[in-house]
């Protein structure tokens, strides 16, 4: 802990201290702010200076604080104040019991960083960023330099805690995750998800610290790189196309079997299944399968000049939509299906009216896995440019969010 209170009362941040203060300090007993039991001061050569409760302890929050922890408190606290936002280390919220690494408020907002750098599970992740905002502050998760490990070049592995951890709410103008490396001073941004299941491709920005306002969130570039992005969704619909895992999951059994039962296999569908939504981030089901199933279930059964309606759209397949990650955070975003239907309606199988969806066309089914491949690659490529131009609709169209 980086804060304590000394006799008077007064509470004193150690790390803000010089060293003739710490050599003065070492003289003064201090108290933990949360339980009023004896703390020691600590100042050497490894550590920042703070405070750590003897050993015999039962304090809620004696649990020892790594070098990594402590800090990346006190390098956000310090952001806090460069950028001119009075801030409060290690704030105390005892009506439920925890306590936030940093608050500061961001002009009329509350806001409640947490900096963690050690695993912790989905529960206790939920539990305390609804604790958060059951107190009145926004929280603002910012994840150790290990929850990087996850990511090589543009694939990041979204598990559960990440999915449920990314933010889209002011500043934040598009879903976004944040790391930040206290060896480095350098916050990594991660934004542009573009997931099936637990793998997507994201954009990644690097940024010292020292560089980065509330500007940076609210004008973040949308770009993605395209020949990258390209590179990796065709590995990804190669994969689905041949089917080369070593263990097929429950949801992967019954996706064949549906596909049986039509007389299909993965090699056959069309190249217009499997195609990237951003905003599936929060779902447990792949892509290919509700994207497949509403082909089949639907679309399929639909003569060219006839409507699709949002109802039967979404009835097809709606059951696949119940598994997602919740989230504490306050964001809306566009159901998965509407976003694909909007594609199919770039792409020209569609077209939107104020009833629905007429459609235009059928996709064609290829023959062999050349043609399939050559079929991926075609619609891939005009995706790039489709998103180049249109991607706006992303962040600005009118949200139907997942119910």
């Known amino acids: ?66 070098a990594e922890h402590l800090n990346g408190k006190m390098d956000i606290d310090q952001w806090c104040q460069y950028h001119g936002f009075a801030s409060t280390l290690e704030y105390s919220l005892p009506e ?8 500061a408020k961001i002009g009329r907002t509350p806001v ?5 750098c050690a695993p912790i599970s989905l529960e206790e992740y939920e539990a305390r960023t609804n604790g958060i905002r059951k107190a009145g502050f926004m929280p603002v998760w910012i994840f150790g330099e290990k929850y990087l490990n996850a990511l090589y070049n543009h694939s990041f592995r979204l598990s559960p805690l990440m999915k ?55 004008n973040m570039p949308m770009n993605v790189p395209l020949s990258s992005f390209k590179t990796y969704w065709l590995k990804e619909k190669q994969r689905l ?7 097929i999951s429950e949801l992967d059994k019954k996706f064949m079997l549906m596909l049986y039962r039509q007389y299909l296999h993965p090699q056959y569908l069309p190249a217009c299944v499997h195609l990237p939504v951003q905003s599936s981030y929060r779902l447990l089901v792949p892509n290919y399968i509700w994207q497949t199933q509403f082909l ?25 939509f119940t598994n997602t990650i919740t989230t504490q955070h306050s964001t809306h975003s566009i159901h998965p299906l509407y ?33 399939a491949l050559l079929f991926d690659r ?23 969010a997942i119910k």
Request: charged fraction near 25%.
């Open 1 to 66: 802990m980086l804060v304590a209170k000394n006799e008077l009362g007064k509470l004193i941040t150690a790390y803000k201290k010089n060293e003739q203060e710490i050599s003065q300090l070492r003289y003064e007993s201090f108290t933990c702010p949360e339980c009023n039991e004896k703390v020691i001061l600590k100042a050497g050569r490894i550590k920042v200076p703070h405070f750590a409760h003897e050993q015999q302890s039962s304090c809620s929050v004696r649990r020892g604080e790594s």
């Open 96 to 103: 439920i019991g925890q306590r936030i690494d940093v608050v």
């Open 112 to 116: 409640a960083f947490e900096y963690q």
């Open 164 to 218: 449920s951890a990314i933010m889209k709410e002011p500043p934040f103008k598009q879903p976004i995750l944040l790391f930040y490396s206290t060896s480095q001073k350098r916050l990594t941004i991660l934004s542009q998800f573009f997931s099936s299941q637990f793998k997507c491709f994201v954009q990644r920005n690097y940024l010292p610290l020292q560089k980065v306002g509330i500007e940076t969130f609210q």
């Open 241 to 247: 196309r041949t089917m080369q895992r070593k263990h």
């Open 296 to 320: 089949l279930s639907c679309w399929r059964q639909k003569n060219i000049g006839e409507y699709i309606s949002w109802t039967e759209a979404l009835k097809s397949c709606n059951e696949l």
């Open 339 to 371: 976003e694909y239907l909007t594609l199919l309606s770039w792409f020209g199988y569609l077209q939107k009216t104020p009833k629905g969806w007429i459609v235009l066309k059928h996709p064609r089914y290829p023959k062999t896995l050349d043609e």
């Open 378 to 400: 075609n619609i891939l490529e005009h995706f790039g440019e489709t998103l180049m131009k249109k991607r706006s609709f992303f962040l600005h169209s009118v949200e139907v």
